[in-house]
RNA sequence: GGGGUCGUAGCUCAGCUUGGUUAGAGCGCCUGCCUGUCACGCAGGAGGUCGCGAGUUCGAGUCUCGUCGGCCCCGCCA
């Protein structure tokens, strides 16, 4: 039995039509308005907001109890609904054109007075955002992307379970295995000096569930990587977790486009055209500098070491000598960039690693290059014409090894665009990038390590290569980009226990330490592994984008700050000795 | 681990360059007045560990060093 009215309608929903209608809400005091003889409130909640009107010719006692009424008191009132009287319409609520007289008023809760106001645009800092955590996401700008992160879900599910996907939860308390991202470890109680780790991804689980013969696994599940953040990084975050068994790449990517396509259409009302553009990883790194590039805009990046290589300039001519590459790219219409940015830019490329950043102008009558002392006008000229410089243009080279000096013009691109405000906004641009290196070369460890992860298939042709020059040999795998966003990433499995077992080798797993971190799923594949492959979505990055939010904070309920603690409930926090103890756990 | 940037009233900021009277503004909050407001209005008022700790100085919000915290980036993120 409730000790108060409950409520008959939301906050959200009462119109014209509800007009004569005796109703009761609850919710929040948005605003109050007190005129003296007459006090209006805001009352909201998360469908809306509507006014109530108190007044002592209305009810003596409810207009009392409304001039104590404060931001954020929660409270039920019953009243009639009645039509605004001429021009005193609110056209900026869909609610405006009523008012419930306030006959009967119940304060449910006070509130203290909120150290921030709780509404759509406001200017407060994040770390008192994050503090108050439970006020922020009481702000419907915040609502609404739990709300579209909902939906999200419910698409998602609906989705694979009419493809035939089963959805199964795995462990979060598995295994700590070596590769990849840094572990969060669970000390084990009842095994001493033991530990469990959280997921990265489960990712031998699933690979284990087609053994089984699930045939078509999915999971929308939390992952947990120890590793610093960014904007689009959490240490826990979402991830949608796919596999297939007898899929080769084309049905992972035709699969994948039907669940973007729906997610677009369900909740943007946007049609996306079918089937993504794909870019080999070379082609990505060679046009855009980036493995995810974002092709919102031009500013194509050209390789010129060809007419550089007996260059007059040694910073070119051994750097192609070397086998690196000279390449760069044009900035349209910016041949007036002053000296000082010119620097600037210097500084940037610089602090990413280049020794130097070389750059023309093109002029009409001339190109003006900060090399002229070593490099003759017609090299230059080559140059120009290789990127594509037009007069009026910027032309910014970068030279040194193929990775390093395409990924800081991939840098200088972004950089660039954001500069010039390239970017349009409203375009959905999704790319597959394929053909990913299968290992590199790791200077840290003096090894090799998996590009991807250590049981993703090699491309057939390259199985060869693994012996001869494992560095070249491509994997099948492959990431989804969106507006320079990787939002996906997965790959074609190993499958044979055999060409794993050759894989750990490649990496410098011997034998033993394969069967005692990977044991169980080389054991498993000895029972009739299907060849099988898939996927996982960043599930915070897709809806990020499909809330146009900046950081995946926003799209989650209870972050982490960059330095990995949450404000609201101030972890991480020590524990008691008796816990540590139990635990068998000494701090150092 | 590194680079950049920020930290002054409940909030958002100014003051710092060039150290010096009682540290200001807007919003919010409190009190009073106000019967159609919706950024209500008017009048009055309260509110400060200048993130924290050292140092320089006759004197530090201001200069120096350290430290803590927020944000962005590099490294890292199979």
């Known amino acids: 039995m409730s000790t108060y009215k409950k409520r008959t309608h939301t906050c959200g929903e009462l119109r014209k039509q509800d007009i004569g209608k005796t109703v009761t809400l609850t919710g929040w005091i948005d605003v109050r308005r007190d005129l003296g003889g007459v006090v209006f409130i805001d009352l909201r909640d998360r469908y809306g907001k509507t006014q109530v009107v108190f007044a002592p010719q209305h009810n003596q ?270 900035v349209p219409a910016l041949s007036n960039y002053t000296r000082n940015q010119l620097d600037g830019l210097t500084d940037l490329a610089k602090s990413l690693g280049a020794g130097g950043l070389v750059y023309f102008k093109h002029h009409s009558d001339r190109i003006e290059s900060s090399v002229d002392k070593f490099v003759s006008p017609d090299e230059v000229k080559a140059i120009a014409q290789k990127i594509g410089s037009k007069n009026g243009d910027l032309g910014l080279i970068i030279s040194g090894t193929w990775q390093k000096a395409l990924t800081i013009l991939g840098t200088l691109r972004l950089e660039m665009a954001s500069r010039l405000d390239l970017i349009p906004e409203g375009h959905w641009n999704f790319l597959w990038i394929t053909d990913f290196p299968l290992l590199e070369f790791s200077e840290d460890d003096k090894r090799f390590v998996a590009v991807h992860h250590p049981f993703t298939s090699p491309k057939p042709e390259d199985v060869p290569l693994l012996d001869a020059d494992a560095a070249t040999a491509r994997a099948r795998a492959y990431d989804l980009v969106l507006n320079g966003n990787e939002i996906a990433g997965g790959s074609i499995r190993i499958h044979s226990s055999e060409l794993q077992s050759k894989m750990f080798g490649l990496l410098g797993i011997g034998p033993e330490e394969a069967k005692q971190k990977f044991g169980f799923l080389l054991d498993a594949f000895k029972y009739g592994a299907p060849p099988h492959g898939g996927i996982a979505y960043g599930f915070d990055r897709i809806v990020m984008l499909l809330t146009g939010q900046k950081s995946i904070r926003d799209v989650i309920a209870f972050p982490k700050t960059s330095s990995a603690m949450s404000l609201m409930d101030d972890s991480p926090s020590t524990v008691d000795k008796k816990q540590l103890d139990e635990l068998h756990i000494r701090i150092l």
């Not at 009132?77 to 609520?93: F, H, I, K, S």
């Not at 869909?94 to 008012?99: L, R």
């Not at 609906?158 to 669970?186: C, H, Q, W």
């Open 61 to 330: 006692q409810a207009y009392d109890v409304a001039q104590g009424l404060r931001s954020e008191y929660v409270i039920s009132v019953t009243g009639n609904v009645e039509g605004r009287p001429a021009d005193t319409e609110n056209p900026d609520l869909p609610t405006g054109e009523i008012d419930v007289v306030g006959k009967e008023l119940a304060i449910l809760n006070k509130s203290e007075t909120p150290p921030f106001p709780i509404e759509d645009e406001i200017d407060v800092s994040e770390d008192l955002r994050l503090k108050y955590r439970y006020l922020d996401l009481r702000r419907s700008a915040v609502q609404k992307n739990l709300l579209i992160r909902h939906c999200a879900y419910q698409v998602t599910r609906s989705y694979f379970d009419r493809n035939g996907f089963i959805e199964i939860e795995t462990p979060i308390l598995m295994k700590s295995t070596p590769e990849g991202a840094r572990d969060y470890l669970v000390p084990s109680r009842i095994h001493r000096g033991k530990f469990y780790a959280l997921p990265q991804s489960p990712q031998t689980y699933k690979q284990i569930l087609m053994v089984s013969g699930f045939d078509r696994y999915f999971q929308i599940v939390k992952c947990f990587r120890d590793e610093d953040l960014r904007a689009d990084r959490q240490p826990e975050f979402t991830q949608i977790d796919v596999e297939m068994s007898f899929a080769d790449e084309d049905d992972v990517f035709r699969t994948t486009e039907g669940l973007i396509a729906e997610l677009w259409k369900e909740i943007l009302g946007i049609e996306i055209a079918r089937p993504f553009r794909r870019l080999t990883y070379k082609d990505a790194m060679e046009l855009y500098g980036t493995d995810k590039p974002d092709t919102r805009f031009a500013l194509h990046i050209a390789d010129c070491s060809s007419v550089v290589a007996n260059s007059g300039f040694r910073v070119f001519s051994d750097t192609v000598r070397k086998g690196g590459v000279v390449a760069g790219f044009a």
